[in-house]
């Protein structure tokens, strides 16, 4: 039995071991990847000009449009998911904390929202702008992106609401606060660190994600100056400059890919060092 | 002190009325349902002004949840169904008309282990005054500091009243959270094991503070510590599965138990 015991504890530890490796190995291949295509491909006129001749066949030029536009539109969602996303975790965490099976109901469906592929976003985003005679732009790619991201803002900001113990909100009212000075002076405090985690969590989905602006924001060449004019997007520059015929415009590809990659990159680390650290 | 006590049948209940004070709180057929289980079985009971009151019984006997009914804080809790009636100065706190922030104010309270709101010291106190209506930096300050004295922090936190609450020690936020409440200037104070997490020195720091307080406040203290409640009682009730077996002024309680439970928990209690 103690054997048997033995050799089981050996077994599953070298499989946790083995699949952990392949995973750490995935992940630093594709870094790798990226990094041995673009990092060459990295300049300073790269990143400081908007392409020249065209982003499909245009040899000159850098990727700049798509930075600009891809911070643009991310900044843009999240503050706006923010503002809808703020309001709605307080009142389920404050207001709805009576009706335990509706909150289940509603996480249940903000958590199916959140697995909802960012394509069909897209097809969602672009139906209301043909119904509203509106065209590809900016303004129409922060309003799908906001949508998309808003559900994983809520659920985020709604998971460290939970942890608030119903002691410090016993405290809040026994000084005679009401529900909304409650939720706005203390809840909000308490969660903040948490929060800024929801916000950089949404802010990299938003950012990195093509499905939902390919039918929304359009593509440009240029950095738009306007919520009406369209524009590009770190991961579109990917999808259609890779699948250019011309390598200096592949290369600029990487580039995008590289620079994609580490803003992701420096946003989940960020977001894991703002952990509250109780 | 004129003990005079009346014995009322109820319901099979003995309730006495704990002595001929003036009545702050005055609780009557009070019963708290939740999900099937009885816990507060028909409780009526008088608590006097400038007192304090101990409510005395074992874990789970339903001290905690009298002591969340007085200041409707089991509106908090979906479960828990309160029929019955509670009067504080005359005025039935489950009335529908009655603003609850202002009856709340009525009473501060602390609970087993300090919940500091997530600001600076000063703010903490400045708060509940801020909720009241005072704006006046001049006189916020001027009760920060009083209140802080009254509780003998002051000394220790003067110079960092910026500083975050959370970053005291466990003592010193629980007697801040006892500050907190002061400062909105209520007539009862609702302990509830307010020194369980504390250790031994703090505690002390807080029941001696419960001694000065009483020419002033009604201080009702939950507690299962029968050390504790030899130490402080005026009065006692004492609770057992959510009815009151016994209450009356302290030494009656203490030295003359009159049935089999309260004896049993004297004698083993320590």
């Known amino acids: 039995m103690t054997f048997r015991r033995k050799y089981e504890e050996k077994f599953f530890r070298g499989l946790s ?42 040899k000159e030029g850098g990727i700049l449009n798509a930075i600009a536009g891809s ?19 307080l009142f389920m965490n404050i207001y709805l904390i009576k009706y335990q099976r509706l909150l289940i109901g509603i996480r249940f469906f903000l958590d199916v ?4 592929p960012s394509i069909v976003y897209g097809a969602f985003g672009f139906t209301l702008l043909m119904y509203l005679g509106y065209r590809n732009s900016l303004g129409a790619g922060v309003v799908t992106v906001a ?38 002076k203390i809840f909000f405090r308490e969660a903040l660190p948490g929060f800024a985690t929801a916000i950089l969590l949404a802010f990299g989905r938003g950012i990195g994600d093509a499905a939902s602006v390919l039918f929304t924001a359009g593509y440009t060449d240029y950095v738009p100056r306007s919520f009406s004019e369209p524009t590009a997007t770190l991961p579109l520059a990917i999808f259609f400059q890779l699948s250019s015929p011309i390598e200096e415009v592949q290369n600029r590809a990487y580039a995008a890919a590289v620079i994609l990659t580490l803003i992701v990159l420096v946003l989940s680390i960020s977001a894991r060092m703002l952990k509250p650290k109780k | ?48 002004k400038n007192k304090i009151t101990v409510l005395l019984g074992p874990s789970g006997c339903g001290k905690t949840t009298l002591l969340k009914c007085l200041n409707r804080l089991t509106d908090l809790y979906p479960e828990l169904k309160v029929k019955g009636s509670i009067r504080i100065d005359g005025e039935d706190i489950f009335d529908s008309g009655k603003d609850i922030t202002t009856i709340r104010q009525k009473m501060g309270l602390l609970l087993q282990r300090p919940y500091p709101l997530p600001m600076s010291i000063y703010e903490n106190i400045a708060y509940g005054l801020k909720l009241k209506g005072v704006r006046n930096k001049k006189i916020i300050s001027e009760k920060v500091e009083k209140h802080l004295r009254e509780v003998a922090l002051w000394d220790e936190v003067k ?33 509830d094991e307010p020194s369980s997490a504390l250790d031994p020195i703090s505690s002390r ?52 138990p009159q049935s089999e439970i309260l004896k049993e928990y004297l004698k083993v209690g320590h």
């Open chain 1, 17 to 58: 071991f083995l699949f952990t490796a392949i995973i750490v190995f995935v992940l630093v291949q594709i870094i790798w990847t990226i990094a041995k295509k673009g990092v060459p491909s990295l300049s300073w006129q790269i990143v400081s000009q908007e392409p020249k001749g065209g982003y499909y066949f245009g």
């Open chain 2, 205 to 256: 720091v807080i029941e001696e503070e419960f001694i000065k307080l009483k020419s002033d406040y009604t201080i009702i203290l939950v507690t299962h510590i029968l050390r504790q409640a030899k130490r402080l009682a005026d009065n006692v009730i004492f609770m057992y599965y959510g009815e009151i077996v016994e209450s009356g002024p302290a030494e009656q309680i203490f030295e003359n």
């Open chain 1, 113 to 116: 929202l959140w697995g909802v």
């Open chain 2, 159 to 191: 110079d960092r009243l910026k500083t975050s609450a959370q970053r005291l020690s466990i003592g010193q936020q629980q007697r801040l959270c006892l500050a907190r409440g002061l400062a909105v200037e209520p007539e009862i104070i609702l302990a």
């Open chain 1, 71 to 89: 911070f643009y539109l991310a900044v843009s969602a999240t503050v706006l998911a923010f503002v809808i996303s703020l309001p709605v975790a």
């Open chain 2, 1 to 48: 002190m004129p003990s005079t006590i009346e014995t009322m049948q109820e319901s099979n209940i003995k309730v006495e009325s704990i002595s001929a004070n003036v009545p702050i709180i005055e609780i009557d057929k009070l019963n708290v349902y939740s999900k099937g289980s009885h816990l507060l079985k028909n409780i009526s009971t008088v608590i006097p």
């Open chain 1, 147 to 184: 949508a998309m991201i808003t559900p994983i803002m809520i659920r985020a900001m709604d998971e460290v609401l939970k942890t608030i113990p119903i002691g410090l909100q016993e405290a809040s009212y026994a000084l005679g606060s009401t529900k909304t000075e409650t939720a706005y």
